[in-house]
């Protein structure tokens, strides 16, 4: 067989002739694109890219214990086993003495599932932090949740983390929020390796879980191990570099012990094996070289070698380590711990970035060193018995307890009186922490995403991506007497989840609360109840519209008003235009005035007006989004032209202009994603299409079945009620939001005669 081996960023190529195995090509591979930080260009690289500042510092006495340091999240879709995983790691690692299973079935219920309302549901609500030893090696690790309503702790937690673990179910594959999940870790470029779990099921398939990772996530991924055996007849798995079988013994598998492979898996092992390796030079120029010197020999890889490259290109997110197991049988965990040691960066690996807020926020980038100037990032906030606790990353520098930190974006200074390491609810005292490490600090005042130093710098590190608010209620207490409660609950679950959000009716003078979707908001009120002893009563949902146009409007606006004295006179000339929503958001306003016609202190008055105009629309009373008002001409009196008739007339020109410019209401789409048992697929079909769902793939595995649609947020409402009777309680389902789109006609004008509606009851 005649072969070809293109090398990387290589004006040459060899070929040679083999009857045995084929060669892979081997090139120079690009990730998809990242997001981008909303105040620096990025967020971080990776030492494998960009080599660090005084690289000697990694050797320093005083840092090398941060080669010893692991900060990892578990994330994935929801139910698919990541507490349950975290369980079996704190139990492995000697952090708890026995195993609780999730919902509490024991009555005691899984660690870091610590609040009751998820020991009930039997689902992540809060992330939860805690600390561990695998060998002399210490594991920071956050347990994340899986359901997208509480997307934002998945957000916050991988900002400060150095490396993940994707858990996967070995039967449903990637799923909604595996793919969202997928997009955070892009975002803040962390690199991953992945977990397969629940191969203990019927019908899981660990093949076709990596062919989805492959294509759905378009990751270079390949297996590390692979199960001996799939669903009842899972024994343990096969190491693919040491080429041993490992199992584990034990009353919880605690016992490792490595057997040579069984006959029956030994040409699959080699195969896989290979496969690994083929994946693994495609994003390493070095072992495709060593490869050529090897004459295409993958026997010649040793495995220093290959763990060496494999955690070169895992760091550098050109490879992707895949393990297989259940957590719940007890199968591969260790694996992947050892893994996580081998493969994931450590603290110094990571190069970050801030703001030098006193050199015009000049970029700098910071060292992972105990010697330096103190900077660190607080990320999460929980209000407790003695008051706000505050998770915070260290990045550079130490604190110790009693030491004065500044909070950077409001310059107050404070002292921390308390210091402690958290194991879930357990909160454990430490006297000292350095670069590389996460903390919980008490006593300190701030907001989600604030910065500190010691007040030798001033720098700013960039804070997370927070999502907008999908839904809307109407929340107020039963009882009159229970409104004090009731602010500090609404104050303190602002302040501690960026995502929920109270407002102000100004119509109806009712107090709304904002959230992800309908779960997130529920969660609230019953902590609401549990927390602050108020009972609070809720309105219908109510769905966040938007407002738009169609087309370009010109206006010629004349507002004159006398009634005796100065009166008011103001015009203005221009026109409205629309912004392409699918890429801004935003709405603008541009002044294209020339000459004296508008005197310049009017133009503000001008702009003021348009933004009055864009919070309030004028069909539904609904926010406007991708408007551009163009100001290009007007005219002003000299007695009776003022700032208020300016913005009063822009106002006045903007409604008639919006309402001749073909405007449309936009309402949120939700992607939606269900599993139900094979059998009832028509049903749930008929069901999403009943709710104008546009189904976008409906996929039937052995048991179940997956149906992915778009349906209108407005329409999804009771549907968890509705699934579970078609079903039998046996579907379940996920939405997260994809984009805002137009309503039909019948709709906007019904929704128009509502907010006519309410304007009129409200002048009464």
Known sequence: MQRALSLPNSHFS???????????????????????????????????????????????????????????????????????????????????????????????????????????????????????????????????????????????????????????????????????????????????????????????????????????????????????????????????????????????????????????????????????????????????EKFLENDFDYEKFSREDIKAAMRKSTIARTFTPVLCGSALKNKGVQAMLDAVIDYLPTPMDAVNKALDINKGEQEVQLVSDTKQPFVGLAFKLEEGRFGQLTYMRVYQGKISRGDTLTNVTTGKSVKVPRLCRMHAADKEDITEIGAGDICALFGVDCATGTSFTTGDVRYALTSMHVPEPVMSLAISTKKKDQGGNFSKALHRFQKEDPTFRVTQDPESNQTLISGMGELHLEIYVERM??????????????????????????????????????????????YLEPIDVETDKTNEFSNETVGQNIPPEYIPACEKGFMDSVNKGPLTGSPVTGVRMVLKDGAAHSVDSSELAFRICTRYAFTDAFKEADPKVLEPIMKVEVLVPSEFQGTVLGSVNKRKGQIQLSETGEEYATIIADVPLNNMFGYSTELRSLTQGKGEFTMEYKMHQPVMRDEMMRLMEEWKKKQAEARK
């Open 14 to 288: 060899f070929s040679q002739s083999s009857s045995k195995r084929c060669s892979p090509r081997i090139s120079t591979l690009t990730r998809s694109s990242l997001h981008a930080s909303p105040i620096l260009g990025s967020v971080r690289s990776f030492a494998a890219a960009v080599p660090p500042p005084a690289a000697d510092y990694q050797d320093a006495p005083h840092n090398v214990h941060q080669k010893k340091i692991r900060n990892i999240g578990i994330s994935a879709h929801i139910d698919s086993g990541k507490t349950t995983l975290t369980e079996r790691v704190l139990f492995y690692t000697g952090r708890i003495g026995e195993i609780h299973e999730v919902k509490g079935k024991d009555g005691e219920g899984a660690k870091m599932d610590f609040m009751d309302l998820e020991r009930e549901k039997g689902i992540t609500i809060q992330s939860a932090a805690t600390s561990c030893f695998w060998g002399d090696n210490r594991i920071n690790i956050i347990d994340t949740p899986g359901h997208v309503d509480f997307t934002i702790e998945v957000e916050r937690a991988l900002r400060v983390l150095d490396g993940a673990v994707l858990v996967m179910c070995g039967v449903s594959g990637v799923q909604s929020q595996t793919i969202t999940v997928d997009r955070q870790m892009k975002r803040y470029q962390v690199p991953r390796l992945v977990f397969i779990n629940k191969l203990d099921r019927t019908g899981a398939d660990h093949k076709r879980v990596l062919e989805q990772l492959r294509d759905k996530l378009k990751l270079n991924a390949a297996f590390v191990t692979i199960p001996i055996g799939l669903e009842d007849n899972l024994e343990g798995i096969v190491d693919c570099i040491d080429m041993v079988a490992k199992y584990g013994e034990g009353y919880n598998g605690q016992t490792i012990v490595t057997k040579p492979i069984p006959e029956h898996m030994l040409k699959q092992a080699k195969e896989t094996r290979q496969k690994m390796l083929d994946m693994l030079m495609e994003g390493n120029n070095e072992m495709a």
């Open 529 to 574: 109840k549990r927390e602050y002893n108020v009972e609070a009563v809720v309105g219908k949902p109510q769905v966040s519209y938007r407002e738009t146009l169609g087309s370009t409007s010109h206006f010629d606006y004349l507002h004159k008003k006398q009634s005796g004295g100065a009166g008011q006179y103001a015009k203005i000339i221009g």
